[in-house]
């Protein structure tokens, strides 16, 4: 089996890069034409899925009954694998944005999709300038644009949960909009930060009940975060949905 999993992940990194051409291209050629993002959006979710399933990832989502498509919100993720952003955007039900190093938006194909569809670049090399991007992204929200990302900051080396960063919570604090633990099981699994090999297996995204920010105020973003990142570690220790009793 670790035979194949090694031969077959030129090809896979392969289609992967192919993917993103692909469909990186037609979003930004369908960008003149959509003023919502959506439709780009859509391009983003097909790319993922495209990309999920040339790994032979498996991916099951539950609880999309939980958030609505007339509001927005901030959804948070444990971060394991390169496979997790690819899982959030084939599976989330509704558009959301991310926040990315500006220097990521000039990457030929994924920087023409990142612009163009409205994701939020941060410029980290100057205070002032990152406040000026965070400021973007906080009226973003507010005007009703959903937002995901990851609290951890970085790929769990161990597969553990590491501590969260509270930017994306000061985010949904000031914006006064839901943040929705999102727990994402198997992927470090599938593609540890210690390989590029993917290996075949099955993911569960797990959406969770929205947590409303009036309960803390802006001075409570230690708590917020404390009950976001519990509701995740319960959530990872419990299993999959479809195994727990």
């Known amino acids: 089996m670790k035979l194949l999993v090694y031969l077959w992940a030129p090809f896979a990194n392969l289609l992967w890069y192919a993917h993103t051409v692909?469909?990186?291209?037609?979003?930004?050629?369908?960008?003149?034409?959509?003023?919502?993002?959506?439709?780009?959006?859509?391009?983003?979710?097909?790319?993922?899925?495209?990309?999920?399933?040339?790994?032979?990832?498996?991916?099951?989502?539950?609880?999309?009954?939980?958030?609505?498509?007339?509001?927005?919100?901030?959804?948070?993720?444990n971060h394991a694998s390169l496979i997790d952003t690819p899982a959030l955007f084939a599976y989330l039900p509704y558009p959301f944005r991310i926040v990315a190093k500006r220097n990521l938006f000039f990457v030929p194909?994924?920087?023409?999709?990142?612009?163009?569809?409205?994701?939020?670049?941060?410029?980290?090399?100057?205070?002032r300038k990152t406040?000026?991007?965070?400021?973007?992204?906080?009226?973003?929200?507010?005007?009703?644009?959903?937002?995901?990302?990851?609290?951890?900051?970085?790929?769990?080396?161990?597969?553990?949960?590491?501590?969260?960063?509270?930017?994306?919570?000061?985010?949904?604090?000031?914006?006064?909009?839901?943040?929705v633990p999102v727990t994402i099981r198997g992927t470090f699994a599938l593609l540890p930060r210690t390989t590029l090999a993917p290996r075949p297996g099955s993911v569960d995204v797990i959406v969770g009940e929205p947590i409303a920010t009036t309960d803390y105020g802006e001075r409570g973003v230690d708590r917020l975060i404390d009950h976001t990142r519990e509701v995740i570690r319960e959530t990872l220790e419990a299993g999959s949905p479809d195994r727990r009793g």
Request: with cysteine; glycine share 10%.
């Open 22 to 77: 692909v469909m990186a291209s037609l979003s930004f050629f369908i960008w003149p034409f959509d003023g919502t993002g959506d439709r780009q959006f859509w391009c983003a979710r097909w790319w993922c899925r495209l990309v999920a399933w040339s790994i032979f990832a498996r991916i099951r989502v539950h609880g999309v009954e939980r958030v609505r498509g007339d509001r927005s919100y901030v959804y948070v993720a």
């Open 109 to 127: 194909f994924m920087g023409w999709h990142l612009w163009t569809a409205g994701h939020f670049p941060i410029d980290r090399r100057d205070p």
């Open 131 to 179: 406040a000026r991007s965070l400021r973007r992204v906080i009226e973003g929200v507010r005007r009703g644009r959903s937002l995901a990302g990851f609290p951890e900051g970085t790929r769990t080396p161990d597969g553990r949960l590491q501590d969260f960063k509270p930017g994306l919570f000061r985010i949904a604090l000031k914006a006064g909009v839901p943040v």
